[in-house]
């Protein structure tokens, strides 16, 4: 774990939660800035993580009380939670904590994918709904829904499953007969496509995450015809949201210590 601070009279002291696409690029944004000290904390679940070009730690705080503990121990201004938008404990303990310390706080996300013409989408609320959603019928699935939850398609062994991971999940011995594909985003449409017409994919499930990285998968399944399963986003935590790099850091910059 490295920690450190910029030592300039009045930076502000900023907790970024991370873990997305907007983590890093607020991170990269960060970088080099000496009106403002972050620092980058990252769950840890993945394995070889990208280096972080600003001050980072790594591992869960303890619940709320450990992130409380850690907002006064270190004197944080502000808190920005870029973290993903399925991560939804984080962001919870995040809010409270924030609360509880008084300390502002900012979700920055992204906006969810909207169906577009042409999408064939059936939108569930969760990955057990997804498994459902498959049908009876033996299909040709990618499942890019994260590493989590993959047990769950245990229920449907009926399917020929292909998922797509950073590092191996560990539920993957679950699934016998799946077929793994270790890589990480972002994708390029022709890629996507090649994929999916190569592995003859009928279904795809995917979380509705939304943002550019990784929505070429939904437009080349809009391309070639394939069935999305959409799991819909848990409810968003009741916090100011920025959904920009500009509004973010403008939040930011608002949230100067007073002298
Ligand atoms: P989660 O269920 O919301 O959080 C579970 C616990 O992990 C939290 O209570 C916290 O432990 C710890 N944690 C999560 N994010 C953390 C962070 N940025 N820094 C320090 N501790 C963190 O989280 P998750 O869904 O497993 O996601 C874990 C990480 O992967 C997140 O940072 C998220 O941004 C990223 N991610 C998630 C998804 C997804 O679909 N869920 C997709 C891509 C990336 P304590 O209670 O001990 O503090």
Redesign the pocket.
């Known amino acids: 774990m490295t920690e450190s601070a910029t030592p300039l009279p009045n930076p502000v002291r900023l907790l970024v939660?991370?873990?997305?696409s907007e983590a890093s690029a607020l991170a990269a944004a960060l970088a080099g800035r000496e009106d403002i000290a972050p620092i980058l904390?990252?769950?840890g679940?993945t394995g070889n993580p990208k280096s972080a070009p600003i001050p980072s730690r790594v591992?869960?705080?303890?619940?709320v009380d450990?992130?409380t503990e850690y907002l006064s121990c270190n004197a944080i201004d502000a808190v920005v939670d870029a973290?993903?938008p399925?991560?939804?404990?984080?962001?919870a303990?995040a809010a409270a904590a924030c609360a509880a310390a008084r300390v502002p706080l900012l979700v920055f996300t992204r906006p969810p994918w909207r169906r577009e013409p042409g999408d064939d989408w059936i939108e569930v609320d969760s990955v057990e709904a997804a498994v459902d959603a498959l049908g009876k019928e033996r299909r040709t699935v990618l499942l890019t829904q994260?590493r989590l939850q993959l047990a769950a398609f245990t229920r449907a062994p009926q399917h020929r499953y292909i998922v797509r991971a950073i590092d191996r999940p560990a539920e993957i011995d679950a699934l016998p007969g799946a077929k793994l594909i270790l890589a990480r985003g972002p994708f390029a449409l022709a890629d996507e496509e090649r994929l999916m017409r190569d592995e003859g994919v009928e279904l795809l499930v995917s979380?509705n995450s939304g943002g550019a990285a990784t929505y070429p998968k939904i437009e080349a399944a809009r391309r070639l015809g394939v069935t999305v399963v959409v799991v819909r986003r848990p409810t968003e935590p009741n916090a100011e949201t920025a959904t920009e790099l500009p509004a973010a850091l403008a939040w930011i910059e608002a949230h100067r210590p007073a002298p």
């Not at 939660?17 to 997305?20: A, K, Q």
């Not at 591992?59 to 619940?63: A, L, P, Q, R």
């Open positions: 939660l991370g873990g997305s904390s990252l769950a679940r591992g869960g705080f303890g619940g450990g992130l973290t993903h399925f991560a939804e404990q984080i962001s303990n994260g979380k």
